[in-house]
């Protein structure tokens, strides 16, 4: 008995610690998973956009989040179709474009909104073989001088926002226009220091919509 | 809607105060004239036809200095001695599409017609198709009175082996179609031989070849920002270089029936 009682005592000792810590580390497993999902969450994209023109491609489509308190700050990335014009080829562009709305749906009527003020700041790159980020070898350092695939693009717009009714929801909650007046690093640059290149010159004008999924 | 009646006048304002739409500094989207050296030649060679004097002016390097490229064709109208311009290249500086334009409508106001070359500056980022639209093909000349003007693409670092520069078939070509052999020849390129952007593995079978034609003036080359004159080879060819236009000046070349007349003007 006294054996019995020894191998039971034991088995008791050695199962129930690992019994607690089993269950614990289920439910931290349970924790996590929660964790997980919720920072892939967060990544799913709350809007699509898509713009015309703005020194980033003809057609530049992509998707976009928004966060902040009033959600004044806004995350885009952009595939973009720059057709070949008179050069050799058809290109593809990318587009990192970061936004920062002050003002977010002032209300404009029941259904309608507006943003007085969008300011953007993007990079965006030229996929092409005719151009570099860093200037190839066989130029002597710092020839050029400047990345011809990298620009740097500053624009301000405003907004015009129409909520879809509630039993009209089908995919989105509500679309957007915009439009944006923008100009890039190399126009910059080329007005600089000349009186010949007026601000109209160099600033450009694109327009786009935003389809806001939640 | 108060609020929409009141942003209306300050959007149509946005709109029409710039111009319109970019879809990229490299979109290759020419606007305006096109084939500029084609057109331009022709009138060269109507203007000066069976002349014994031509008297032309050189400038270059002009790229992002819009306003004293503006100057010299303000100074240059007021000239009535003049018969055509060359431009030496470098007409961009980043290879971006409205700089070719913005350059062409500044050198369009010339009272008299001009031709440019490819500069090295003029073929990034896809720039050397957007000069070929709106200028013509690098390789190109034309004959001003009883001188052909071989105008050459010299700025082989922009180029691997699949495209020859300089093109010798090119020069070739050109020598064949020489009609007397009373005329003279000039050669015009933008990186001159021994530059950095020269093949100059072939610098010395370069000026042999060129050598070869009628009557050789002299050479004129861009490039190097500076005036130079320089028997490069030590064989009597001269190879004049314009400075950048920032440095305010320009070349004249007198062509007699013997020999010629070179001269810097300030401005």
């Given amino acids: ?214 | 809607m108060i609020g929409t009646r009141k942003l209306l006048p300050f959007l149509l304002l946005f709109f029409t105060s710039c111009s319109a739409f970019d879809y990229s500094p490299y979109d290759g989207l020419v606007k305006g004239e096109v084939g500029v050296n084609n057109k331009n030649s022709a009138l060269i060679e109507r203007n000066c036809s069976k002349r014994d004097t031509i008297r032309f002016a050189v400038i270059s390097d002009t790229q992002r200095w819009y306003d004293d490229t503006q100057d010299f064709v303000r100074i240059l109208n007021k000239r009535n001695d003049i018969d055509f311009v060359l431009h030496g290249g470098d007409i961009s500086d980043f290879g971006v599409t409205k700089e070719f334009l913005w350059q062409r409508d500044i050198l369009n106001e010339l009272k008299v017609p001009y031709v440019v070359l490819l500069g090295n500056h003029d073929c990034l980022g896809g720039g050397k198709e957007v000069f070929t639209k709106v200028f013509g093909n690098p390789n190109f000349s034309f004959k001003a009175g009883h001188t052909k003007f071989i105008c050459l693409n010299t700025n082989a670092l922009e180029y691997d082996y699949s495209n020859p520069i300089p093109d010798f078939n090119f020069i070739d070509n050109q020598l064949d179609s020489l009609a007397s052999p009373d005329d003279k020849t000039i050669f015009a390129m933008h990186a001159r031989p021994y530059s950095d952007q020269f093949n100059n593995n072939v610098a010395k079978i370069f000026q042999k070849d060129i050598c070869r034609f009628p009557n050789l003036q002299f050479c004129l080359s861009a490039h190097d920002h500076q005036i130079e004159a320089d028997d490069l080879f030590g064989d009597g060819v001269m190879y004049y270089a314009s400075a950048n236009i920032a440095k305010r000046s320009y070349l004249v070349f007198t062509l007699y029936k013997k020999g010629y007349k070179y001269e810097v003007v300030e401005f």
């Fill in chain 1, 1 to 214: 008995m006294k054996w019995l009682n020894f191998r039971i005592s034991t088995l008791l000792l050695l199962t129930c610690p690992s019994f607690v810590s089993l269950k614990a580390d289920d439910s931290l497993y349970q924790e996590r998973v929660v964790k997980y999902h919720s920072f892939w969450n967060k990544l799913v994209p709350r809007h699509y956009k898509l713009q015309f023109a703005g020194s980033m491609g003809l057609l530049s489509f992509g998707p976009g989040w928004e966060y902040g308190k009033h959600h004044q700050w806004e995350t885009d990335v952009y595939i973009g179709f720059l057709p070949k014009h008179s050069t050799s080829e058809n290109k593809l562009t990318l587009t990192l474009k970061q936004n920062y709305i002050p003002w977010t749906n002032k209300p404009l009527g029941k259904h309608f909104a507006i943003d007085p003020l969008t300011v953007s700041l993007y990079v965006n790159s030229i996929l092409g073989d005719e151009f570099w980020t860093k200037e190839p070898s066989k130029y002597p350092g710092g020839y050029y001088g400047f990345s011809t695939r990298v620009r740097f693009n500053l624009s301000m717009g405003q907004r015009f926002i129409y909520f879809i009714p509630n039993e009209r929801r089908k995919y989105s909650k509500s679309m957007t226009f915009f439009y944006e007046l923008g100009t890039s690093d190399l126009y910059v640059a080329s007005a600089f220091n000349n009186r010949y290149l007026k601000l109209k010159d160099i600033i450009h004008l694109s327009l786009g919509l935003k389809v806001q999924v939640f």
